[in-house]
Nanobody
Protein backbone atom coordinates (compact mmCIF):
# COMPACT_ATOMS: atom_id res chain seq x y z
CA UNK A 1 0.00 0.00 0.00
CA UNK A 2 1.24 3.48 -0.87
CA UNK A 3 -0.02 6.76 0.47
CA UNK A 4 0.54 9.91 -1.53
CA UNK A 5 0.33 13.49 -0.30
CA UNK A 6 0.54 16.48 -2.63
CA UNK A 7 1.62 19.96 -1.61
CA UNK A 8 2.65 23.21 -3.22
CA UNK A 9 -0.56 24.32 -4.86
CA UNK A 10 -1.85 27.85 -4.60
CA UNK A 11 -2.79 31.01 -6.42
CA UNK A 12 -0.41 32.48 -8.98
CA UNK A 13 -0.64 35.03 -11.75
CA UNK A 14 -0.40 34.02 -15.39
CA UNK A 15 3.23 33.61 -16.40
CA UNK A 16 4.25 32.61 -12.91
CA UNK A 17 5.57 29.35 -11.51
CA UNK A 18 4.61 26.77 -8.94
CA UNK A 19 6.36 23.68 -7.68
CA UNK A 20 4.16 20.76 -6.72
CA UNK A 21 5.56 18.02 -4.55
CA UNK A 22 4.22 14.54 -3.85
CA UNK A 23 5.47 12.68 -0.80
CA UNK A 24 5.03 8.91 -0.81
CA UNK A 25 5.04 6.31 1.90
CA UNK A 26 5.94 2.66 1.43
CA UNK A 27 9.15 0.75 0.85
CA UNK A 28 8.70 0.07 -2.87
CA UNK A 29 8.35 3.63 -4.12
CA UNK A 30 11.45 3.27 -6.28
CA UNK A 31 9.76 0.57 -8.36
CA UNK A 32 6.64 2.61 -9.18
CA UNK A 33 5.93 4.68 -12.21
CA UNK A 34 4.65 8.04 -11.02
CA UNK A 35 2.37 10.51 -12.68
CA UNK A 36 0.65 13.84 -12.33
CA UNK A 37 -2.91 14.36 -13.47
CA UNK A 38 -5.31 17.26 -13.21
CA UNK A 39 -9.02 17.92 -13.17
CA UNK A 40 -10.54 21.28 -13.95
CA UNK A 41 -14.09 22.17 -12.92
CA UNK A 42 -16.61 20.49 -15.18
CA UNK A 43 -13.95 18.51 -17.01
CA UNK A 44 -12.61 14.99 -16.84
CA UNK A 45 -9.33 14.22 -15.16
CA UNK A 46 -6.45 14.30 -17.63
CA UNK A 47 -2.83 13.25 -17.81
CA UNK A 48 -0.17 15.90 -17.26
CA UNK A 49 3.21 14.16 -16.87
CA UNK A 50 4.68 10.77 -16.02
CA UNK A 51 8.07 9.43 -14.98
CA UNK A 52 9.42 5.90 -14.97
CA UNK A 53 10.59 4.17 -11.79
CA UNK A 54 14.24 5.13 -12.38
CA UNK A 55 13.52 8.59 -13.69
CA UNK A 56 15.05 7.64 -17.00
CA UNK A 57 11.89 8.15 -19.00
CA UNK A 58 9.46 11.04 -18.85
CA UNK A 59 6.35 11.80 -20.83
CA UNK A 60 4.27 14.95 -21.05
CA UNK A 61 0.90 15.98 -22.34
CA UNK A 62 1.27 18.23 -25.36
CA UNK A 63 -0.26 21.19 -23.57
CA UNK A 64 2.54 21.28 -20.95
CA UNK A 65 5.58 20.40 -23.04
CA UNK A 66 8.30 22.97 -22.57
CA UNK A 67 6.59 24.47 -19.51
CA UNK A 68 6.36 21.67 -16.94
CA UNK A 69 9.07 19.31 -15.72
CA UNK A 70 8.58 16.13 -13.73
CA UNK A 71 11.33 14.67 -11.57
CA UNK A 72 11.70 12.22 -8.72
CA UNK A 73 13.96 11.44 -5.81
CA UNK A 74 13.75 7.77 -4.89
CA UNK A 75 15.69 8.23 -1.67
CA UNK A 76 13.44 11.02 -0.43
CA UNK A 77 10.38 9.28 -1.97
CA UNK A 78 9.16 12.41 -3.66
CA UNK A 79 7.96 13.41 -7.09
CA UNK A 80 8.05 17.02 -8.15
CA UNK A 81 6.19 18.85 -10.89
CA UNK A 82 7.83 22.15 -11.70
CA UNK A 83 5.33 24.34 -13.51
CA UNK A 84 6.51 27.44 -15.34
CA UNK A 85 4.79 29.91 -17.64
CA UNK A 86 1.45 29.07 -16.09
CA UNK A 87 -1.75 29.91 -17.92
CA UNK A 88 -5.28 30.41 -16.63
CA UNK A 89 -6.25 27.17 -18.37
CA UNK A 90 -3.83 25.32 -16.09
CA UNK A 91 -6.23 25.97 -13.22
CA UNK A 92 -7.24 22.61 -11.78
CA UNK A 93 -6.83 20.20 -8.92
CA UNK A 94 -3.56 18.37 -9.47
CA UNK A 95 -3.21 14.76 -8.41
CA UNK A 96 -0.17 12.59 -7.87
CA UNK A 97 -0.54 8.90 -8.73
CA UNK A 98 1.48 5.69 -8.59
CA UNK A 99 1.48 2.72 -10.96
CA UNK A 100 2.96 -0.16 -8.98
CA UNK A 101 3.48 -2.37 -12.02
CA UNK A 102 5.02 0.21 -14.31
CA UNK A 103 2.50 -0.48 -17.06
CA UNK A 104 2.10 3.00 -18.37
CA UNK A 105 3.15 6.59 -18.13
CA UNK A 106 -0.03 8.33 -19.26
CA UNK A 107 -3.02 5.96 -18.89
CA UNK A 108 -4.75 6.86 -15.65
CA UNK A 109 -6.66 3.57 -15.66
CA UNK A 110 -3.41 1.78 -14.88
CA UNK A 111 -2.55 3.88 -11.85
CA UNK A 112 -3.22 2.16 -8.54
CA UNK A 113 -2.78 4.83 -5.89
CA UNK A 114 -3.88 8.44 -5.81
CA UNK A 115 -3.34 11.42 -3.58
CA UNK A 116 -6.03 13.80 -2.42
CA UNK A 117 -5.01 16.54 -4.81
CA UNK A 118 -3.82 20.11 -4.50
CA UNK A 119 -5.54 23.15 -5.98
CA UNK A 120 -3.71 25.27 -8.53
CA UNK A 121 -5.34 28.53 -9.55
CA UNK A 122 -3.84 30.77 -12.22
CA UNK A 123 -5.28 34.26 -12.50
CA UNK A 124 -5.21 36.27 -15.71
Amino acid sequence: QVQLAESGGGLVQAGGSLRLSCAASGRTFSSYTMGWFRQAPGKEREFVAGISYSGGRTYYADFVKGRFTISRDNIAKTVVLQMNSLKPEDTAVYYCAADRLGRTLDDQREYDYWGQGTQVTVSS
